[in-house]
């Protein structure tokens, strides 16, 4: 059984460890709250967002107020706002 919860706790873990190589990115919302995650794309509606618990997230861009992205070797971000979304 002990070895049962080891082996569960160890998947858990590694299930949530960031992938190499991913840029991670916070999307900050108008409302103050941050999304922390990877972006899949962004368009003149807004982006997408891969989240490690929520999954595939579609935000919409009135609801943006700016995204930083960064690199996973953990430089400076950068950071934009809602309007500079790509045209796709």
């Given at each position: 059984?002990?070895?049962?919860?080891?082996?569960?706790?160890?998947?858990?873990?590694?299930?949530?460890?960031?992938?190499?190589?991913?840029?991670?990115?916070?999307?900050?919302?108008?409302?103050?709250?941050?999304l922390?995650?990877?972006?899949?794309?962004?368009?003149?509606?807004?982006?997408?967002?891969?989240?490690?618990?929520?999954g595939?997230?579609?935000?919409?861009?009135?609801?943006?107020e700016s995204?930083?992205?960064?690199?996973?070797?953990?430089?400076?971000?950068?950071?934009?706002d809602?309007?500079?979304?790509?045209?796709?």
């Amino acid at each position: 059984m002990v070895i049962a919860i080891r082996v569960l706790a160890i998947l858990v873990v590694a299930g949530f460890a960031p992938v190499a190589g991913a840029q991670t990115s916070t999307v900050q919302l108008v409302n103050g709250d941050e999304l922390h995650g990877q972006i899949v794309e962004r368009n003149a509606a807004g982006v997408v967002l891969e989240h490690p618990q929520l999954g595939r997230l579609e935000l919409a861009g009135e609801d943006i107020e700016s995204v930083f992205e960064s690199d996973s070797d953990g430089s400076t971000p950068t950071a934009s706002d809602a309007s500079e979304t790509d045209e796709a």
